[in-house]
């Protein structure tokens, strides 16, 4: 007998050791060997379902704890141990039964409750999860593990503002903890306090700088806020120093397209998806660029093996979709996306593409109805709003809508220019603002590119604009003010060339106003495109006239090129002649103007300061927070004025 424990001690002993240097193909070797020598013995069925479980046979462990907890069925570890493989086989109903067992039959035990709120939490029931954890935690106050769970419940439902109140405390309590200063610098990223979120980030990576979640989250940052250089930097430090992790890969990738530096963009994913093949991102990100470089064919290619690969990612039915569409086969974009949608019923990207087909066929009959459709189901979505937005011009423009019913075209994109959440009462000017898309609703932008345009997208609102994706100079634009934009619509003065992306770009040669169409060259021919470009410019230079004479908007234009006090001056002048709306020209700051600051001027004359425009080539990488501050004090500063009438 004495014989017998001093050999299953030997036997716990080596097993023990190399479990604790994690070598798991030894560790379960001495643990089968330990378990079929002392098969009564609780612990040696827990260390070889331990090692299986290290070593990804989770099938195997799943049926060896079954019959384990079918032996030893007062055993909590054991119980607790089958929850778990449950789990990370993501059968996620079976690990929450498990763990209510758990619970139930050993309630002083911290890992019944945690494994519950988990269950709950993957399992989408947040306010049971919730209510799982609170009760633990009063139990267990001073469980760091129960409060992590509680915080991962606030942060996976996406409220950001409990997130970070809960996130907060375990970043201070337990600051040894990664956890905490990644939920904390994660919630204020959601939040859009990215100038916080990168000083947490910051210092958590000077703590812990080896972990690759903390460098992967600061790399989020740069990404969200659109400092694509910045993020770019970031990205390719995560891919160095974490070159098994396909993360940095993708996000690098990613960045490279946005810059449009698709040659180096294509041979990051392409050799990123042959190091990684079962990356999902990747092989969407791969495939994309593809899209990007309008390469119809090989998009096809590459969007039908990711389809192949992940039969149920959305994306990929959108991309084929895309490609199929862009090929102008369109039976089978009409047919691909239609068995997706059906699939996919609550995916905008695949409605979008699916509205898109009979709109590049100008089968407006079937296209309206679709948009209209797609604005109803997704009326917050600003894709779908922007899409539907310039779907419905083309539709104007081709006479299946009237050119001068703005206010119906606009009803059915949801692209109204009302306050979508304010209210108006009889007599009153005052409108109460609910969030940034109202707010950017009443401004309209008068140039010198498309930096605010972007601005207001981003905030999910897509105003109908003459000059919004446009490039006019302060001079230009007050004498085009003058003429009430008169010659806007001449072809005679209208230069068409074609840019690297295939795009339509639009000059007049009175005013050298350069703008976007939005229009690629292989959808419409040049004729046919001026024809329609010219009747476009010519309905929304009187749109303009109109919200000019209204007086109801504050007028934007942005100058990054210096501006002198007479310029805007003459501006102003140009402006107040059409009505009595308000001018507002932001101007970098300087030494006597902090950014933010909102100064009147007077007879509607507003001056704004930023830090920094968005750099040439790249409007998307914009100061969107400091802008919006710019449009608050402005607004304010309007509707107080409008009070006093």
């Known amino acids: 007998m004495q014989e017998m424990g001093a050999e299953w001690r030997n036997l716990v002993e080596l097993a023990s050791a190399a479990t604790r240097a994690r070598n798991w193909s030894e560790a379960l070797r001495l643990w089968q060997t330990a378990r079929n020598r002392f098969p009564d013995i609780e612990l040696m069925w827990a260390g070889e379902a331990g090692a299986l479980r290290e070593l990804g046979r989770l099938d195997d462990a799943e049926q060896l704890l079954t019959v384990a907890t079918g032996q030893f069925p007062s055993s909590a570890a ?51 999860s919730d209510a799982v954890l609170s009760k633990a935690i009063e139990i267990f106050p001073e469980n760091s593990h129960l409060r992590i769970a509680h915080a991962w419940v606030a942060h996976h439902r996406h409220d950001w503002e409990e997130a970070l109140r809960r996130w907060e405390p375990i970043r201070s309590f337990y600051s040894d903890l990664i956890e905490g200063h990644f939920g904390v610098g994660t919630a204020l990223r959601e939040l859009r306090r990215f100038d916080e979120s990168d000083a947490v980030l910051s210092k ?97 290619i590459r969007w039908e093996k990711a389809r192949t ?38 995916q905008v990207s695949i409605a979008i593409h699916r509205a898109l087909v009979p709109t590049r066929q100008s089968d407006w009959s079937c296209a309206i109805p679709r948009w ?47 306050m979508i959440g304010g209210e108006r009462t009889e007599g009153s000017s005052e409108i109460h603002l609910l969030n940034d898309r109202d707010l950017l609703m ?16 981003q905030a999910g609102c897509e105003p109908l ?3 919004r994706w446009t490039a006019i100079s302060p001079d230009k634009l007050a004498l085009a003010l003058r003429e009430r934009f008169h010659e806007i619509a001449n072809p005679d003065l209208t230069r068409i060339h074609v840019s690297e992306a295939g795009e339509y770009i639009v000059r ?50 942005k100058n990054d090129k210096g501006i002198t006090k007479g310029q805007i001056q003459r501006l102003h002048r140009a402006v107040r002649q059409r009505g009595r709306s308000t001018l507002l020209c932001v101007l970098l700051r300087d030494a006597q103007h902090r950014a933010g600051l909102v100064e009147d001027k007077g007879n509607g004359l507003l001056l704004g300061y930023i830090d920094r425009f968005s750099p040439p080539g790249n409007a998307g990488d914009s100061a969107h927070e400091a802008w919006l501050a710019i449009c608050q004090a402005a607004y304010r500063l309007w509707r107080d004025k409008q009070r006093r009438r």
């Open 204 to 300: 958590a990576i000077e703590i812990f700088p080896g972990n690759p979640h903390l460098r992967i989250a600061h790399a989020w940052v740069a990404h969200h806020r659109r400092h694509w250089e910045d993020a770019l930097r970031r990205w390719n430090s995560v891919r160095v120093d974490f070159p098994e992790n396909p993360v940095g890969f993708n996000g690098a990738g990613v960045v490279l397209r946005e810059l449009r530096r698709l040659d180096a963009a294509e041979e990051m994913f392409s050799a990123a998806v042959t190091a990684f093949p079962d990356s999902p991102e990747l092989t969407i990100g791969y495939a994309s660029i593809a899209s990007k470089r309008s390469n119809w064919a090989e998009a096809l």
């Open 508 to 557: 007049n040669t009175r005013y050298d106003s350069v703008m976007h169409s939005f229009v690629l060259q292989r959808h419409v021919n040049e004729a046919d495109f001026v024809n329609r470009q010219c009747r476009r410019l010519n309905f929304l230079g009187g749109k303009l006239m109109d919200d000019l004479q209204e007086g109801e908007k504050i007028f934007v234009y």
């Open 442 to 457: 009443r401004f309209e932008s008068l140039g010198s590119n498309c930096e605010f345009g972007i601005i207001q997208r």
């Open 309 to 346: 690969r992940l039969p149920d990612n959305p994306e990929v039915y959108a991309g084929v979709g895309e490609a199929l569409r862009e090929l102008r086969r369109f039976d089978e974009a009409e047919s691909v996306l239609s068995d997706a949608i059906n699939k996919f019923p609550h």
């Open 78 to 128: 054991l119980g607790a141990d089958w929850a778990r493989i449950a789990q990370l086989r993501l059968d996620r109903v079976q690990a929450l039964a498990r763990w209510e067992a758990v619970q139930s039959g050993y309630p002083d035990r911290v890992d019944g409750h945690l494994g519950v709120g988990i269950s709950l939490r993957e399992l989408r029931q947040f306010d049971a």
């Open 372 to 418: 209209r459709e797609l604005r109803e189901r997704f009326p917050d979505n600003q894709w779908a709003a922007a899409a539907a937005a310039d779907a419905l011009w083309h539709a104007r423009l081709d006479g299946a809508l009237p050119d001068d019913d703005a206010a119906s075209a606009a009803a059915i994109s949801g692209l109204t220019s009302r």
């Open 465 to 467: 604009g003459l000059l």
